[in-house]
Structures are given as structure tokens and as C-alpha cells.
């Protein structure tokens, strides 16, 4: 059985259902910005949860492109693999964001999307929601917005971090994750790391052992306190002058 069968398998039919206008991550994933009527007409378009148990996968790289995702709770990772072998991640994915807009333009996913800890999504059915964004322009809108801020997101941070030495790229990254904890609620300066150091390399570039110097680096200059993957922000300031070197 492969792994969306397994864990479609595993609720019930009713347990499935999922209403947007319940949902606290309403103003962060597809609905954002919409009214209460407009949430009305979004019920029956996630129409299913899955869970998806740490180290699992959401889908895989060439696998057909049928729903987007959107992480309610969890985190997960994308990555690929080079033609010459080498693995590389592309993001880091927390509740709120969604998952398989890559996919839209092939029809099949591009990459892996694999939970970091034991992770639920909502199933949005594309087909559904390509019909009922052609029938209500607010949700077009909202769709376009999404593909947009995502890959505006996703170059911005390229740029960032592809002339920066260690130390600017572990800092700009710790601050586009704090930046994104703060939207959802949660403290922007103690974090927790869901990945490892070894995917944080293969996100930014890194070796391992160049990853785990420029944490210890900005620990021992007093802007970090490190304790595995407890991460906690002392000095702000100057993580932000370390991430935008004049």
C-alpha cells in the first residue's frame, strides 16, 4: 500500500472533513484575507486531513500532482537530488505553508517532501479549487498572490545567501525562521530545530562541519546560546548586522 493510502487509510470518513473557517491558520495558508461568507464557500474544498508520521512522505519527487497541502501542524522539508548525485534541500515548511505549488505547471511534484516530525495536512484538490477559483475571482486572486510571495520568498533568499560567508547565511537564516515562528504566534528569539545541522548545510550550502563552526562562532561572540537543537537569540541586533554586513 503506498503511503497516502496508508494514511488515508487510517481515519475515518467523518474524521476527514476539515472547514476553513474553524481553522486558526486560516489568515496564513489558502484562505487568507477572506470573509466569513467567502469561508462558507471554501467548506467542501478541503475535504481531507493526513497525517503524515516523521521521516514519512507527503509525496515524491515525479509522483502526479493532484492536491496542494496545506501544514496544519509540523514541519516538513523539500529536497532533490542533483544530476550528479548530491542531495539538496529547498526549504523548510511550517504550519501555515503550503506544499506542491511546484507542481502546478508539469503536473508531477518536483521534488520530496518529507515530515520532520509527525505532521497533519489539509488536502486541498487542486481540480476543485481550479474550478471554483475560475468561478470566484477573490480566491483567483488569492491563488496567484500564493504562487507569487512563494517564489519571491524563495529568490529572495538565493540572492541573500549566495555571497555570504558562513556566519551571514546561518544568521539570515535563523531570522527568516524566527521572522516566520513570529507570524504564527510563537517566540522569535527561543526556537527549537526541527531539522538537523546536516539538512540546515544542505539548505544554505554548507558543509556540516562549517555549519556547526559558525553556530559555535556566534555563540561564543555572545549573539546565540546553543544547546543542541535549542536555539535561543541574545542578541537581535546583532544577528541582523551579521545577516546585512555593510
Known sequence: MSDRSEALASYPEPALKAVCGNCTLRELC???GLSADDLDRMDGLVTLRRSVARGRSLFRRSDPFEA???VRSGFFKTCITTEDGRDQVTGFHMAGDL???DAIG???????????????????AFSRL???AREYEPLQRQLHQLMSREIAHDQSMMLLLGGMRAEARIATFLIDLATRLVQRGFSGSAMVLRMTREEIGLYLGMTLETVSRSFSKLQLDGVLEVRQRQIRIIDQDALLRI????
Open 30 to 32: 489558502l484562505p487568507y
Open 68 to 70: 496542494l497541502y496545506s
Open 99 to 101: 506544499l506542491g505549488l
Open 106 to 124: 508539469r503536473e508531477r511534484h518536483n521534488c520530496d517532501a518529507i515530515a520532520l516530525e509527525d505532521s497533519q495536512v489539509c488536502v486541498v
Open 130 to 132: 481550479e474550478r471554483l
Open 243 to 246: 545577516a546585512t554586513p555593510a
